[in-house]
């Protein structure tokens, strides 16, 4: 069973509009989770992540995600998207059930529409 | 400050060939990771080091991939005999402290391996 599952390999928006993208996990203890982005020919930076404080989790860029137990989802949201949101944005989990080591779901590529 | 670099940026190279991808990692950084993204997916786990101690390679897809960290700060990721099959991105991350699970992982900008 994949680890990570990323609904919607491609996501559009408009600009000003809400950002949704859709993480899920699969783990039989609450893990750390992780939001990635990756901008054309750059590497990976981080957004945010989850260590079982608190619950919604602030990152960068306006970019918040909330951990749902009961869902098993880590969702990422922007209230107003920008044209420089414009990238692909990968979810991940790590946990002693991972062996420490970073897990990704397989990416979504967001385009904002002016 | 300086970010993780890897070298090179782009390589391509023969069917058959040994290839060898470099990773220098943020300064004081103990723990480094190699991962492989195929186009279309997420980077998958390859190896990681503390310090020079190899800790984990089971994500290495068979024996013609090696990893070295001899000193505990640069690391080299070798493809021996090189297949088409492994034309991919190669990624490195470290972080501060002992693989921590929460412990953030920055990323270089990766090499595109083309192997023809």
């Known amino acids: 069973a994949q680890s990570v599952t990323q609904l919607g390999s491609h996501v559009s928006v408009s600009e000003g509009a809400l950002v949704l993208l859709r993480c899920n996990y699969s783990?039989?203890?609450?893990?750390?989770l992780f939001w990635y982005v990756q901008y054309p020919n750059q590497g990976l930076q981080l957004l945010l992540k989850?260590?079982?404080?608190?619950?919604l989790v602030k990152g960068i860029n306006g970019f918040e995600a909330e951990f749902k137990k009961s869902e098993t989802s880590f969702h990422l949201t922007k209230p107003s998207a920008h044209m420089s949101d414009a990238a692909e944005y990968f979810c991940?989990?790590?946990?002693?059930?991972?062996?420490?080591?970073?897990?990704f779901g397989a990416g979504t590529i967001l385009r904002v529409k002016s | 400050g300086a970010g993780v670099s890897q070298s090179p940026r782009y390589k391509v190279t023969k069917r058959g060939q040994d290839v060898a991808l470099r990773c220098d990692p943020i300064?004081?950084?103990?723990?480094l990771y190699w991962y492989r993204q195929a186009l279309g997916q997420g980077p998958e786990f390859l190896t990681y080091?503390?310090?020079?101690?190899?800790?984990?390679k089971s994500g290495l897809p068979n024996d013609r991939f090696s990893a070295e960290r001899p000193e505990g700060s640069i690391s080299t990721l070798t493809i021996q005999r090189t297949e088409q099959r492994d034309s991919a991105m190669y990624r490195c991350?470290?972080?501060?402290?002992?693989?921590?699970?929460?412990?953030?992982?920055?990323f270089g900008p990766g090499t595109r391996l083309l192997v023809l």
């Open positions: 783990s039989s203890v609450p893990p750390y």
């Open positions: 991350a470290s972080s501060l402290v002992p693989s921590g699970s929460q412990e953030t992982q920055y």
């Open positions: 300064s004081g950084h103990v723990s």
């Open positions: 991940a989990v790590s946990g002693r059930e991972y062996g420490n080591k970073l897990v």
């Open positions: 989850y260590t079982s404080a608190a619950t």
């Open positions: 080091f503390n310090y020079e101690a190899q800790q984990d």
